[in-house]
T-cell receptor, first 115, second 110 residues
């Protein structure tokens, strides 16, 4: 149990386009989902915390208008990178927790390359 | 001071060796502590939680020293399959948010 999927697993896009990444909890209801970003040889950095039905809480330095997060259901959160630029190229990972538990279950990640 | 700091690594050890990783954290209010393992280009996976009394899971032993804000991971009898990056992770008080260290890369050599 406690499987989290992400789609797509990798994406290559042109500068200026928008990219949507989906994060799904497959066998549990995720009250809270988290979005992380990891640059090469760096630690995972939390971008935002997403609670179902409410606005996401963004970490300092993360532009909410550039990284749009929607958590419309208990099993799906989406991250849209708007007007992507090469510096947005990174490994984006989501995680989810079920109500009453504190263990985070991570998705397999999405590797974004912006040309 | 960074929130979670780890040994810079990389650690290159022969099969069967014992290796230890250290980690310090800056937030004294932190409540939960973990070691995660991350393989190249993959998501992190929980290796073990770390408890104040210390805990062991097979060849892996984790220790926590709250007074020194220090966490350790000991791997005995290293296997080739242990090669990965080990992440020290801390959870803030009353929060689900995790703070990750940069990780220490381990390569176990035949």
């Amino acid at each position: 149990g406690a499987v989290v999927s992400q789609h797509p697993s990798w994406v290559i896009c042109k500068s200026g386009t928008s990219v949507k990444i989906e994060c799904r909890s497959l066998d549990f209801q995720a009250t809270t989902m988290f979005w992380y970003r990891q640059f090469p040889k760096q630690s995972l950095m939390l971008m935002a915390t997403s609670n179902e039905g409410s606005k996401a809480t963004y970490e300092q330095g993360v532009e909410k208008d550039k990284f749009l997060i929607n958590h419309a259901s208990l099993t799906l959160s989406t991250l849209t990178v708007t007007s992507a630029h090469p510096e947005d190229s990174s490994f984006y990972i989501c995680s989810a927790i079920a109500g009453g538990r504190d263990e985070q279950f991570f998705g397999p990640g999405t590797r974004l390359t912006v040309l | 001071r960074k929130e979670v700091e780890q040994d810079p690594g990389p650690f290159n050890v022969p099969e069967g060796a014992t290796v230890a990783f250290n980690c310090t954290y800056s937030n004294s209010a932190s409540q939960s502590f973990f070691w995660y393992r991350q393989d190249c280009r993959k998501e992190p996976k929980l290796l073990m939680s770390v408890y104040s009394s210390g805990n062991e899971d097979g060849r892996f032993t984790a220790q926590l020293n709250r007074a020194s804000q220090y966490i350790s991971l000991l791997i005995r009898d290293s296997k080739l399959s242990d090669s990965a990056t080990y992440l020290c992770v801390v959870n803030g008080a009353g929060s689900y948010q995790l703070t990750f260290g940069k990780g220490t890369k381990l390569s176990v050599i035949p």
